[in-house]
């Protein structure tokens, strides 16, 4: 402990005898925390008088410098700050040099400035100064009004020297004159603005600013004051050139009625429009922008710094308007849609921060702005809420893509990323197509109605979606027919993946909320192909249709897989087509054939009735028996029509032979047709 005693006062020692002043002050408060005995008694201050003090008693706007040098660029190392004054207790100033860095200091962010003695420098200066003819330079032939003051207290003090142009535009006598101080001859609304100007004055040592002055009798001249510091009789003054500029405010009165009444224009335009100068700085922001940001004028003119992109996007980043000096390629990339046609640019884009965070797309227009001699002076840019266009818009492309009842992907979807993944192909990215259908669906329909049929494809595509990877994509091609597509896929991953899908559904027991039923038998048929390159969308999905065919011939509940241009793809294919326009055929031309099986009762030895068995004849004469029949008519959905033929023909074969016993095999759709049963009633 007594170590870090010592150690603690030599280092008390080297802050106290540093030569020179050494202040820590709180970043936060401006409050002084700490100052060393050499400034102390170089301003004349005891350490109460000091202490939790507002740094800016001896610093003055020197503060804001040096906070501003800091922050910008946080780090610990000392930064050189420019020269500006020390304040004595005693209301003088001392010319310093300043020194800053940023520190912990008792657990607090906090600021040390090191202040260092420049006044024989700056007495230099001022000599060199006065070394100039003072006289000169104030009555040399020049037109305007000259004035030598004094300053007291950092504020300006008695006239010291005035031209006779001075007296003539203010109306005194020289002798009157330098009575008075420049706060005499400003007008009242301007006071505070001269202490203020003074202070500036002190530190940048000379300034330009324009001010209001009274005469004798009560008129108001506008003026322009150029003023600079310098030495008279080893004093420092204030050296103030005035320059009457009442004709200039009467033209840029003129100019400003002017610029009113095309303000005016823009201001109640239904559009919202935003005007920037050549320094990208606000100088015009309307009703209608007001409105659509929720910023007020009054809060945006003059400012610069793509201050005006913060309501539109919550950072400063350049506009659409930004872009007509400025061609940035990664602003542009960050628009839906940008045109130029002669020298205005269009565009389309979102913009997050509108609408209370909500967002709102946005078209623009914006173009350069030309004075009366064809000078670039701004630009301007017109912006239009077009967030329901673009929703309904966007609406329109998603119905046009997606299926209405599932909000899967559609077949025109699919088609067009089929297409990318065929071109894929050919450079050797493989994907595969699986063809799902969903077994003995149209039960469904049939026995609780196309409601519960529209849910449980609902269901089922949910079912479907959890089961697959990111990236693949779900289609509904219409009834109870899906597609996936795979991408980047051996066969083998496709089979697999194909069958996961399988067991998915088989492993629910999907419900129906609104018909209080639920599936235990829900099954699923699955046809893969390859997408290999070599073959268009419309041909992959009929290969698939083929593998699907193929799965639910082996009795459903199956996943197949056929390798396109294999000769059986064909063959099968030609087979499907034959077989279904032989069965249409026969249902329009009633060309069916019904056998009649006896089935005998082997201890009665005699007939117990007759099995209806259904036969085709194809072109060739040759019989096509059920087992190549019924799941072509299963799958194009022709079962039910087949089996109200066959009972009309059999109910016919009952009225020509009464006493007949027949059993008729209908398939399960057809079970719960109602319009079968209407057929049977009549009859």
Known sequence: MSGINNACQHYKTIFDKTAAGIIIFEAETSRILEVNSYLLKWLGYSYKEVLCSPVHRLLGTLVQDIQGDIWVDYDDDLKQIKDGCCYKKDGSFVHVAVTASSIKFRDRDCIMVFARDITDRKQAEYELMQSENRFRVLFNSNNDAIFVFGLENRKPGNFLEVNDVACEVLGYTREELLKLTPMDIVAPENYEEVITQTDRLLVKGSLLFESVYITKDGKKIPVEKNSRLFSFNDKLAVLCITRDISERKITQEKLLNANQQLKDIIEFLPEAILVIDREHRVIAWNKAMEKMTGVSKGDILGRGNYTYSLPFYGKRRPMLIDLIDNQDDEIMKRYHYLNKRGEVLYAEGMAPCLNNGKGAFLWGAASPLYDANGNVVGAIEAVRDITEHHRMKEQLQYLATHDSLTNLPNRYSLQENVKRAVAKAKRGKKSALLFIDIDNFKLVNDTLGHAAGDELLIVLAKILGKNLREGDILARLGGDEFAVLLDDVTVEEAGAIGEELRLAVNAQEPCLIKQSTCFS??????????????????????????????????????????????????????????????????????????YFQPVYKVKEKKVSHYEVLLRLKNEKGELVYPGTIIPVAEQFGLMPEIDKRVVQSSLKVLREHPGLKLFVNLSGISLGNEKLLEVISVA
């Open 521 to 594: 038998y829900l099954t699923i048929s699955i046809g893969i192909v390859m997408v290999d390159g070599d073959m268009d969308f419309e041909k992959l999905l009929s290969h698939a249709d083929i593998a699907l065919y193929s799965a639910k011939e082996k009795g459903r509940n199956k996943v197949s897989y056929i390798k396109p241009g294999e000769q059986n793809v064909r063959s099968k294919l030609s087979e499907v087509n034959q077989v279904t326009r032989l069965i249409k055929n026969a249902i329009k031309n009633d060309s069916f054939l019904l």
